[in-house]
Structures are given as C-alpha cells and as structure tokens.
C-alpha cells in the first residue's frame, strides 16, 4: 500500500505531465491553424491547374502527354509521408500499416518481378521502412517531413524524368487526408501516370463546351501545365499530412490531458482517504491514553 508521502509525489508528477501535454495541445492548435491556412491556399491553384487541363480535353483536341501515359507496370516509386515528431497517436503507425498494405496489393495487381522503391519522409517511419521486405529504400538529403515547396518541386522533378526515361512506370503517394482534427484518413494518390479519367470523373460536364482560342498551341500548354499539375498535387498531399498530424497531436494530447485530470482524482482520493486514516488512529491513541 502507498504512503502519503509516495501518493503526494505522484500527484505533483501527473500535475506537471497534465500541464506539458496542455501545453503541447496548444502549440499543435497554433500550428494546425497556420497549416489550414496553407492548405486553403494551396487548393484553388491544383483546382485551377485541374480546371485548365479538362478545358484542354473538352474542346476535342487531339494530344497525349507523355506524363499521361500508361503502361505495363514493372517498377512503382511509392512515396511516404509521414512526420519526424512522434506524440501524435497512431498516425505514423498507420501510415506504415498502409505501405504494407499497398505493397500487398500492387504484388496482387501486377504478380511476378514487380521493383517497388520507397521515398521515405519522416524520422518515425524510417526505421521501419529500412527493416521491410521486398522494397528500396531510396532516402534524399532534400525530402523530409518539412521540405520546402522548392525541395518537393525537386524530387518531383527527378521522378518525373524517370518516369519519362522508363525507369518508373508508376509513381504514387501515401499521405493522411485531413477532415478535421477528430478525423484524418490514410490516402494513396497516383502521381504518375496523370490519370485525365479520374481528373474528369469529379467534374460536371458542361452542356455546351466554349470554342477557346489557344495561344500558344494546345501541346506547348499541356506541356507546360500537366508538370505542374503533378508539382501541386504532391504539394497538397504535403500540406494534408502536415495538417492531419497537428490535428492528431491535439486529439492525443487532449486525451492524455483527461486520462491525467482522471489518474489525479482518483490519486486525490486515495490520498485523503490515507489522510482521514491517520487522524482517525491519532485520535484514538489520544482517547485511549486519557482513559488509561
């Protein structure tokens, strides 16, 4: 059984957890405000790039980007992100548990001699990334959990010639998608290819399509866009992770919060229950020596 003095020095540890994770859930509240910000940003420029690209395949013109084209699959490049600090639940671990379960599904996809390289982003994730079966780990210095918007155009860039040289055949990303801080829901995103049906999919087609008269021609401006439609989608995909951990980290810390305020009461309990028992034996060794 715990003394007063043990029941007291727990107390004032929970005290000082419970003040930390307040602290921290504050900090992740000013941090996801300015990453909701971002995001907001972020969304109408992929939109209008998306826009732009679907007026070009309405108006009947006749072109292929060669960032659009599909073929056999022998070679994916996954890209994973995930965040360097930990304290925010179980959204590292299921970012994992979506790589092994989107490795599972591309070796069911695309059966026989299927290389898959993973781009790792995140000091939480990587060790267990570099432990995986059946995949290379490709690390660069530049691409981290808060590369820069010019870092990521980098990589981009360098997937993107690979893609073109062959080396890659498919190109996709894992990401958490931000909803609110309460929900936050593991995606995969395919880069590359740029699949024109999906991008088609989620738009209402117009009852009459607008002659557009274009300048320059038609295949100089989806050469100029469709590489950066694929530079904003990992981007937005950046932001949404970046988001969703702030907002996971305030869900974690909340609920240490309230499982401290609940450990303290019951501590408290205890402590004065211990208290009560002392004076009570004190009293009565008092009672019993003024009998005597």
Same mark, same amino acid.
């Given at each position: 059984m715990s003394t007063m @003095?043990?029941?007291?020095g727990r107390i004032g540890s929970v005290q000082s957890s419970q003040k /930390?994770?307040?602290a921290m859930k504050m900090i992740s509240s000013a941090k996801l405000r300015k990453a909701e910000q971002a995001l907001r940003g972020m969304a109408p420029y992929r939109e209008q790039l998306q826009l732009t690209i679907n007026n070009l395949l309405e108006a009947d013109r006749e072109y292929e980007s060669p960032l659009a084209q599909q073929r056999p699959v022998h070679r994916v490049a996954l890209i994973l992100l995930a965040s360097d600090e930990g304290l925010c639940g179980a959204y590292n671990s299921n970012l994992y548990k979506a790589? +092994?379960?989107?490795?599972?599904e591309l070796h069911a996809a695309f059966p026989g001699q299927l290389a898959i390289d993973v781009y790792p982003a995140g000091k939480k994730v990587i060790s267990a990334v570099e432990h995986t079966v059946g995949i290379t780990v490709c690390r660069r210095d530049y691409f981290h959990a808060k590369s820069t918007p010019d870092e990521l155009k980098r990589l981009v860039g360098e997937l993107t010639a690979s893609f073109l040289?062959?080396? #890659?055949? @498919?190109v996709e990303c894992i990401y958490t998608h931000y909803k609110s801080v309460?929900?936050?829901?593991?995606r995969t995103r395919q880069l590359l290819p740029v699949s024109i049906e999906d991008m088609q999919s989620g738009r209402k087609r117009?009852? @009459?399509v607008t002659p557009y008269i274009y300048e320059p021609d038609c295949a100089t401006i989806f050469e100029t866009v469709m590489p950066l439609f694929v530079n904003a989608s990992l981007i937005e995909a950046c932001l949404q992770s970046r988001t969703s951990e702030q907002g996971a980290r305030i869900l974690a810390m909340q609920t240490a919060s309230d499982n401290a305020g609940k450990?303290?009461?019951? +501590? @408290? /309990?205890? #402590?004065?229950k211990l208290r009560q028992q002392g004076i009570t034996n004190e009293l009565l060794d008092i009672m019993g020596g003024s009998v005597r």
């Open positions: @003095r043990e029941l007291k /930390i994770t307040s790589l +092994l379960s989107r490795l599972s040289a062959g080396e #890659y055949d @498919r309460a929900t936050q829901t593991v117009p009852s @009459r450990l303290l009461d019951e +501590l @408290r /309990i205890e #402590y004065n």
